[in-house]
């Protein structure tokens, strides 16, 4: 079977971003791990100490998801001041800002948190719950206007790749209204870059493309590959895509067409 693999994050790496990603996996494979970290979009990458090995303790104790993954949990700080007596909302910058609706109404005036250290959420809604009200709790302190620091927890992905040296994934930039745009040119660069492997023997191939996504559920890989042209990977059996370490197949054969599926007798 021929694999081909695209990597569309590569379009968007820096000096700086490389340059800690190949930190990481070095200090990674001298501590004996073998793992694919998932960094969501947009995360600045730690390169010397002590971030290196605040997340290399983060990773030893990685808690297993019953997908298989595995959740890198970072201590992190938020920062809630309030800003006006009136009104009952909190305005959000950073990875939270997609929440701020559930604060509203819940709050004795008008707030602003910023949640630019936090990235992405833990996969427990339990926990995600308790920092909501967490939040509302601090909302009410007396020291409210001088800023209060609201602990959290900032939580990557990562699979166990039994052997092998580690690697990093992710971009340091973050998604904006160009970026799904961007996204799609890069692929159909990166498809007929690819061209070539078709010609190549094989009684099947596939194609595996990997993306960004701070969210497994808010990868933008598949939505973009249905809504090109089928024909520059119609050569291919099997599609599919990897982003924050959850593999999604867009395109799967009819069973008993593979050569390794074919009906017994």
Request: hydrophobic content about 40%; aromatic content about 4%; glycine content about 8%.
């Amino acid at each position: 079977m021929s694999i081909a693999v695209l990597n569309t994050l590569a379009a968007d790496a820096t000096v700086e971003w490389e340059a800690a990603r190949a930190a990481i996996e070095k200090r990674l494979d001298v501590e004996g791990h073998s793992l694919a970290l998932w960094a969501p979009r947009g995360a600045r990458l730690p390169s010397s100490e002590p971030g290196l090995s605040q997340l290399v303790l983060a990773i030893d104790e990685a808690e297993a998801l019953e997908d298989g993954r595995k959740e890198v949990r970072r201590p992190v700080k938020l920062y809630l001041r309030r800003v006006g007596t009136t009104g009952s909302v909190i305005t959000v910058l950073g990875g939270l800002s997609g929440h701020w609706a559930q604060f509203t109404n819940r709050v004795p005036g008008t707030y602003q948190l910023n949640s630019a250290e936090l990235l992405r959420l833990p996969a427990s809604q339990e926990e995600r719950d308790e920092l909501a009200e967490r939040i509302v709790t601090e909302a009410a302190q007396p020291e409210i206007d001088e800023s209060q620091v609201v602990p959290a927890i900032d939580a990557w992905s990562a699979n166990e790749l039994g052997e092998g040296q580690s690697c990093v994934l992710g971009t340091p930039a973050g998604e904006d209204e160009a970026w799904s745009a961007t996204l799609r040119r890069n692929l159909r660069k990166l498809l007929k870059q690819a061209e070539p492997n078709l010609r190549k023997p094989a009684d099947a191939r596939a194609l595996v493309v990997l993306g960004a996504a701070t969210y497994a559920e808010e990868e933008k890989l598949s939505w973009s590959l249905r809504g090109m042209d089928p024909m520059l990977y119609a050569g291919y059996d099997i599609l599919a895509v990897v982003a924050d370490g959850v593999l999604k197949t867009v395109l799967q054969p009819q069973r008993q067409t593979l050569p390794w599926d074919a009906p017994l007798g």
